[in-house]
């Protein structure tokens, strides 16, 4: 819980910077995230960096509320950040705000 | 003893059919000429909707080809038009001037398309949809034109107008009645399939008379009787068919409507028979190839048997099947609601599926379904036989209506004597005895012995049912084959032969089509997807980047540590002092941590964050040597003649031409080849996708090697004289590959399930089927992209979208 106490929003890009089906990678404060753009519009945030030995999600296959790790095929939740079984594991997801076409996310 | 003459009017599927089953009875008693107007063989006049899509050409709808009419010693005039039949003389005279004896005469020249007579109709760019010369004249004005009007919302329009509309073409129908397909539907399945080929794109305009076609020398437009007008570059009237009995009835054979013929296919003249759509039998002239080969049947029995024997044909009972993808009719008999009948009604707007089954004195006479056709067959059944259904269940009228009802298989509760192909009156019974008595084991076997799914293909996913049902658990390992992924039951092969024959044409409509369980697949079916896809239609489909692997996505390899690698091509493995210098620059430039010579006779530079890859490509200028991709990796070479005191081949020279022509093409898994000049095998030949090694005046091709997981020796494939041979050996052997193996499957795996003499008797000695191979070869070359490191630098958006590593700080 001590993770939700002190959060700021912080704009990162506008919407049609993203491309649905290719996530986006942006450093915020240093900090690799991987960004998603569903088929519904909506903008999605997780570390950029699997469960699994580090790879860089925002390489990977999108399929709806999940990402396929590039490295060894992991499945990713988009939503959560968690591994889906049998693997098991967890990277930090993201809390997203779009206020008109600006995307903020809660750091 | 002279052997009796027939003669046959009209090359096409009634003909061909009755003398294949006059062959089966007697093939040696007669003497057989045919005359068709077409200069073709006999091809499937159905599938002409796959030929208007583009990507396929006539060669893959031949039903006969040309060596079957030597094989079976017929004489065929192709482009040679039957113009008189003199019945006194009994001789049949053409319009090239030939003149043909027959003890027998077969008239059968099906129909014409019947064009709407209005005023302009015979501009430039309106034509029929009928034979070859309309599809080809369709996909030559696709490429000039943009704009397309079907007249005609029933059957063909609507196949006519998706095939128009694979041919990027923007497509209107103009139909004249409120509903389409008004004769084979009621309303209800008739909106929901106009709702279903809007989304598709189709424009309609309903309720619509076409007073006249605008236009100078040719069309530009229609103007209908309300006054509104519509543009148009080209117009396709579907409307109907005329019967063509002109010849018949010039030559005093009794005609109506069609050419009259009593139930053995004798018309008034004696030793004259029709077959066909030309023919009336009892007040009817079918317009579908069922009816045409029960007449087949019933002709071949009555000439051969010089007698009427049986009660001969009594008529059929036809029903219809939409081929447009995407969406499933079935239509048959007493559909719509009449004063006597009552009807089962099941209607699911949330699935779009709409069935309906009219019911008569507890029998049932028609039926409509749409969304969901498995139940077409027992109906169809029902309908035959008048079974009575007092007292039965309606998951036994309609199974499909069970819970669970679609797991199971399909065929295993049908009876022997169910009908499962339609178009060609097989049953199940027939297939099941041809699958045990002559071993049957694929899809493609079952058509060539019982003519199964060899028509409309409606029937194809209950044949491979039933062939998976017959063989069970004597399948054996090849047999129960893996799904592709968790996302649907069907197999590589099923996947990719459902694109072929429904002319799916992206990603998404292939998982809607083929019901798949997850809304946007996985990371196994979605590059094996768009891999397919890519396949069967070269020319127009466009890449998906989102279902490409991330080193196919991002032309680089990535490295543990999320960086990539670079290697450029050095076709053949040949570079100079150009190169070599501008390597050493850029890895000073980009503090390249690694340069490392590959297995593949290139230079790798190793360990570039993603964010430096565009820049990399475009200092160093040169293409891309694809070391991450399902495509042709490294052609390695020898010295050769050039140097070497062993040399007997410019081994250098073949290997970079071989680069060349097949670079940056897709391929199910990567592709490796190599050139040795001298069996000493400096370039390691023997263990490549596909090996040359020269020898005195000769090369030798071995194929299916593997120097990987599971290390294998290439076998030899062929001998050849000279280059060109070596290169239309490859083009077969790899487009081949390329349309047979499954998505991730290695040539060497490729060739030890389906074994090389098979692969040698389709590339080798099928004359046709080589040219047919290479021809497609060569329209994929052409269609290739440029080289995507250029594509890429060039593309401001690209290169944004994909290795853009945005940086935001926040002040604090
Ligand atoms: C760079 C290179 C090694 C080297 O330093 O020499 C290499 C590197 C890789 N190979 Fe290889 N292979 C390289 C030549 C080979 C060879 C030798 C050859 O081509 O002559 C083979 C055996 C020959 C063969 O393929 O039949 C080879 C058999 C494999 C295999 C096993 C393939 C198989 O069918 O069994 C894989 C795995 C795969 O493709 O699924 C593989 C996969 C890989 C990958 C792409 C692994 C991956 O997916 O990340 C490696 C990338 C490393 C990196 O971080 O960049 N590599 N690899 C060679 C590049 C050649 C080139 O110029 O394109
Ligand atoms: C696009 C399309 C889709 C179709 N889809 C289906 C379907 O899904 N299911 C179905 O059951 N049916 C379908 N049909 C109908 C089916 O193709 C026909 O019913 C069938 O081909 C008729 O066979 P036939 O031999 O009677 O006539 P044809 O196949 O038309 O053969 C007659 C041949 O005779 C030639 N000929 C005519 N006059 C002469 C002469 N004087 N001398 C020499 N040759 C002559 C003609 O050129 C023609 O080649 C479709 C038709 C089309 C055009
Ligand atoms: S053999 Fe190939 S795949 Fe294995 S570690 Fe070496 S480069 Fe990587
Ligand atoms: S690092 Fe993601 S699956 Fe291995």
């Known amino acids: 819980m001590a993770e939700t106490t002190e959060t700021t929003a912080v704009y990162v890009a506008d919407v049609e910077e993203f491309t649905k089906g290719i996530p986006k990678e942006i450093f915020v404060n240093g900090e690799s995230i991987a960004f998603f753009k569903t088929n519904s519009d909506k903008i999605r945030a997780i570390r950029n960096s699997c469960p699994h030995k580090g790879g860089p999600l925002s390489q990977g296959i999108v399929s709806g509320d999940y990402v396929f790790c590039p490295l060894h095929d992991w499945k990713i939740s988009t939503v959560d950040g968690k591994a889906q079984a049998p693997d098991v594991g967890c990277t930090h997801s993201y ?13 | 003893m002279r052997k009796e003459n027939i003669v046959l009017i009209g090359n096409g599927m009634a003909g061909i059919r009755t003398i294949e089953e006059i062959l089966k009875k007697e093939p040696n008693r007669f003497t057989i000429t045919i005359f068709g107007k077409e200069p073709y063989p006999n091809y499937n006049r159905i599938l002409l909707s796959k030929v208007l899509q583009g990507d396929s050409d006539i060669n893959e709808i031949i039903l006969n080809d040309y060596d079957w009419y030597e094989e079976k010693n017929i004489t065929l005039y192709a482009g040679d038009e039957a113009e008189e039949i003199d019945k006194k003389k009994k001789v049949v005279r053409s319009r090239q001037g030939r003149e043909c004896p027959y003890d027998h005469l077969i008239i059968a020249t099906g129909s014409n398309a019947f064009m709407l007579p209005l005023p302009g109709a015979d501009k430039e760019g309106v034509i029929a949809f009928r034979d070859i010369k309309d599809t080809e004249e369709m996909i030559s004005a696709s490429k000039k034109y943009r704009r397309a009007v079907v007249i005609g919302g029933g059957l063909l329009g609507l196949e006519a107008a998706r095939g128009l509309l694979n041919l990027d073409m923007e497509t209107e129908v103009v139909h004249n009645s409120s509903y389409l397909m008004e004769r084979q539907l009621d309303e209800p399945a008739s909106r929901m399939l106009k709702n279903d080929l809007e989304a598709q794109g189709m424009r309609f305009h309903m309720a619509k008379d076409t007073e006249k076609i605008l236009g100078k020398k040719r069309v530009e437009g229609l103007k209908f009787k309300d006054g509104s007008t519509l543009e148009a570059d080209l117009v396709v009237m579907a409307v109907g068919i005329r019967p063509n009995a002109v010849l018949a009835g010039a030559s005093g054979i009794d005609t109506n409507r069609a050419i009259l013929v009593n139930d053995h296919m004798e018309t008034s003249v004696k030793d004259i028979y029709a077959v066909g759509e030309c023919a009336e039998h009892n007040g009817i002239a079918y317009g579908l190839v069922a009816p045409l080969y029960e007449q087949g049947k019933v002709l071949a029995e009555r000439i051969c048997a010089k007698a009427r024997t049986g009660t001969g044909y009594q008529g059929s009972l036809t029903y219809t099947q939409l081929k447009v993808s995407g969406v499933d ?25 709409y069935k309906k089954v009219v019911v008569r004195d507890n029998r049932v006479v028609g039926a409509v379904l749409y969304g969901e056709t498995a139940d077409s067959p027992r109906l169809l059944e ?49 297939i ?39 063989l069970g658990d004597e399948a054996g390992e090849g047999l129960q084959e893996e799904p592709m992924c968790g996302c649907t039951d069907l197999t590589h092969e099923e996947v990719g032969e459902e694109i072929r024959t429904k002319q799916l044409t992206l990603t998404r409509e292939v998982m809607n089509v083929l019901h798949w369980k997850t809304s946007e697949g996985c990371s196994k079916c979605r590059p094996a997807i768009n891999y397919y896809l890519g396949v069967a239609h070269p020319k127009e489909y466009e890449d998906d980047p989102s279902s490409r692997f991330v ?29 070599l210098r501008k390597i050493a620059e850029v890895a000073d ?19 570039i964050p993603k964010a430096d890859l565009p820049s990399v490509w475009e200092d160093l200028n040169m293409p891309s040597g694809y070391a991450y991709a399902k495509s042709l990796r490294t052609v390695k070479t020898c010295v050769g003649e050039d140097f070497c005191r062993f040399g007997t081949q410019d081994s250098i020279g073949l290997g970079i031409a071989i680069e060349k022509k097949y670079d940056r093409l897709n391929t199910p898994h990567k592709v490796k080849m190599a050139v040795s000049a001298c069996p000493r095998n400096c370039a390691e030949s023997g263990i490549k996708d596909l090996g040359i090694v020269g020898v005195e005046g000769a090369w030798e091709l071995y194929a299916g090697g593997n120097g ?61 089927e080589r040219k047919a191979l290479i021809a497609r070869m060569d329209t994929a070359l052409e269609a290739l992209p440029e080289d995507p490191w250029k594509s890429i630098t060039s593309n401001e958006k690209k290169r944004e979208e994909l290795f853009e590593q945005k940086k935001v700080e926040v002040l604090q």
Not at chain 2, 396 to 404: C, D, R, T, W, Y
């Open chain 1, 95 to 107: 809390s997203v705000q779009v206020e008109g076409s600006s995307v903020y996310i809660q750091i």
């Open chain 2, 329 to 353: 009719v079935f239509s048959a008999g007493t559909f719509q609601d009449e004063e006597d009948t009552k009807a089962i009604r099941v209607h699911d707007e949330f699935e779009g599926i």
């Open chain 2, 382 to 430: 029902m309908m035959k036989k008048g079974q009575d259904i007092t007292g039965l269940g309606k998951t036994i009228i309609l199974p499909s209506e069970q819970e669970g009802g679609e797991a199971g298989s399909l065929t295993a509760a049908m009876e022997p004597f169910e009908t499962i192909c339609g178009c060609n009156g097989v049953c199940k019974g027939d």
């Open chain 2, 432 to 470: 099941v005895e041809a699958i045990q008595k002559d071993g049957l084991t694929s899809v493609e076997e079952v058509k060539k012995h019982t003519n199964a799914a060899r028509s409309c293909g409606g029937c194809k996913p209950l044949v491979a049912d039933l062939l998976a049902h017959t």
């Open chain 2, 551 to 579: 080193n196919e996505r991002m032309h680089a390899n990535i490295q543990n540590d999320g960086t990539y690698s670079v290697v450029p091509r050095m076709y053949g493995g040949v570079t100079n002092p150009d190169q």
């Open chain 2, 589 to 607: 430039k980009y503090d390249v941590p690694l340069l490392k010579l590959t297995g593949g006779q290139r230079i790798d530079m190793l360990g």
């Open chain 2, 708 to 768: 990987g997981v599971d290390l294998k020796g290439g076998e030899l494939l062929t001998k050849v004289q000279t280059t060109e041979e070596v290169i239309d050996t490859i083009s077969a052997y790899l487009q081949y590959y390329r349309e047979n193996a499954r998505y991730l499957e290695r040539t060497s795996h490729w060739i030890g399930r389906v074994g090389l003499e098979h692969v040698k008797s389709v590339i080798l000695d099928n004359k046709e």
